[in-house]
T-cell receptor, first 118, second 113 residues
Framework: NAGVMQNPRHLVRRRGQEARLRCSPMKGHSHVYWYRQLPEEGLKFMVYLQKENIIDESGMPKERFSAEFPKEGPSILRIQQVVRGDSAAYFC????????????????FGPGTRLLVL | DQQVKQNSPSLSVQEGRISILNCDYT??????FLWYKKYPAEGPTFLISISSIKDKNEDGRFTVFLNKSAKHLSLHIVPSQPGDSAVYFCAASATGTASKLTFGTGTRLQVTL
C-alpha cells in the first residue's frame, strides 16, 4: 500500500502528557499537511511542511503544538501538555512537488490519528 | 468565519437516482475546488476537482459544476449506489496560499435501496 500512513491510529493521553503523531507521505510526495477535525466539524488546516521546512503554520495554535518534517523519516506533529480540548482526529495529507506556475496539487489523506485526552 | 459552507448536513437518495450535493464559498480568491468522500474512522478520499477556469468537470458517475458568479459548486452523482453512502466534504484552495485547503462541514449522504 503506497498511500499516506499515519500512526498510531488511536492514542489515549492523560491531561498534561505529550502526544506524538507520525505521518509518512505517499512515495514521491514531498509536501505534507496536517489537519484537525473536531466532532461534527470539517477539517481545519494546521500546518504545511516540506522537507526540513515549515511553509505555513498559520492554522496551528501558537503554544504547545509543533510540527517537523525531517530530511529522513516521517513528519511528526507534537502536542505538549495535552488538554481535553485537544481530543480530535488529526489527519495528514501529502502532495507531490508542484509543477510551478501556481499549480495546485491534489492532497491525498491518511487514515488519521484519533487522539483522546482523559 | 466559515468560508466554505455546506448548508445541508444530510441527504437521503434512492439507489439509482441522482444525488446533488451543494457547496457555497465566500472567498473570491479561491480558484481550485475539490470534493472528498469520507467513511467513518477513515481519512478523506479524493473524488474530483475543478479549477476556476472551468465550469464543469466529469469523471464517471461524478460531475462537479462551478458557478463562479454565484460562488457555488455542486457535486452530482448519477446513478447513486449504496456504496456512495458517506460524508462528502467540499474543499477550496487559492493559488499562492501554499495550497492549504479550507473545508466545509460536510454532508452525510445516505443512499437507500
Amino acid at each position: 500500500n503506497a498511500g499516506v500512513m499515519q500512526n498510531p491510529r488511536h492514542l489515549v493521553r492523560r491531561r498534561g502528557q505529550e502526544a506524538r503523531l507520525r505521518c509518512s507521505p505517499m512515495k514521491g510526495h514531498s509536501h505534507v499537511y496536517w489537519y484537525r477535525q473536531l466532532p461534527e466539524e470539517g477539517l481545519k488546516f494546521m500546518v504545511y511542511l516540506q522537507k526540513e521546512n515549515i511553509i505555513d503554520e498559520s492554522g496551528m495554535p501558537k503554544e504547545r503544538f509543533s510540527a517537523e518534517f525531517p530530511k529522513e523519516g516521517p513528519s511528526i506533529l507534537r502536542i505538549q501538555q495535552v488538554v481535553r480540548g485537544d481530543s480530535a482526529a488529526y489527519f495528514c495529507a501529502s502532495s507531490p512537488e508542484d509543477r510551478g506556475r501556481g499549480s495546485i496539487e491534489t492532497q491525498y489523506f491518511g487514515p488519521g490519528t484519533r487522539l483522546l485526552v482523559l | 468565519d466559515q468560508q466554505v459552507k455546506q448548508n445541508s448536513p444530510s441527504l437521503s437518495v434512492q439507489e439509482g437516482r441522482i444525488s446533488i450535493l451543494n457547496c457555497d464559498y465566500t472567498n473570491s480568491m479561491f480558484d481550485y475546488f475539490l470534493w472528498y468522500k469520507k467513511y467513518p474512522a477513515e481519512g478523506p478520499t479524493f473524488l474530483i476537482s475543478i479549477s476556476s477556469i472551468k465550469d464543469k468537470n466529469e469523471d464517471g458517475r461524478f460531475t462537479v459544476f462551478l458557478n463562479k458568479s454565484a460562488k457555488h459548486l455542486s457535486l452530482h452523482i448519477v446513478p447513486s449506489q449504496p456504496g456512495d453512502s458517506a460524508v462528502y466534504f467540499c474543499a477550496a484552495s487559492a493559488t499562492g496560499t501554499a495550497s492549504k485547503l479550507t473545508f466545509g462541514t460536510g454532508t452525510r449522504l445516505q443512499v437507500t435501496l
